[in-house]
Nanobody
Framework: QVQLVESGGGLVQAGGSLRLSCAASGRIGSVLSMGWFRQAPGKEREFVSGINWNGASTYYADSMKGRFTISRDNAKNTVNLQMNSLKPEDTAVYYC?????????????????????WGQGTQVTVSS
């Protein structure tokens, strides 16, 4: 099993920045793909970003490109999401997710049902 705990959410003004972290514990060695998703009230879960096991491949939803940066720290077993130039429409609960299998393309990373483990989520609120 793998346990995930997100942190770093909060309230920020439009144009501001937040850094989300996802701390992993358990049988992490089997995890090859990681992702961030978000869900706003009344909306479907939405892909934000994904990264492979060694950080060599990263993927972003179009609306996040140039504003968000995903990274991982293997020494600390964390996956991070740096969010800059935040907009009110970025307001949502953000979830990190891990997948045991290796995703090889955007289609895989962006499909929430392909992930095996999920965190409890952290709220991000961007005021206008």
């Amino acid at each position: 099993q793998v346990q995930l705990v997100e942190s770093g959410g909060g309230l920020v003004q439009a144009g501001g920045s937040l850094r989300l972290s996802c701390a992993a514990s358990g049988r992490i060695g089997s995890v090859l793909s990681m992702g961030w998703f978000r869900q706003a009230p009344g909306k479907e879960r939405e892909f934000v970003s994904g990264i492979n096991w060694n950080g060599a491949s990263t993927y972003y939803a179009d609306s996040m490109k140039g504003r968000f940066t995903i990274s991982r720290d293997n020494a600390k077993n964390t996956v991070n999401l740096q969010m800059n130039s935040l907009k009110p429409e970025d307001t949502a609960v953000y979830y990190c997710a891990f997948r045991r299998g290796l995703c090889s393309d955007y289609g895989c990373y962006s499909s929430w049902h392909r992930y095996d483990y999920w965190g409890q989520g952290t709220q991000v609120t961007v005021s206008s």
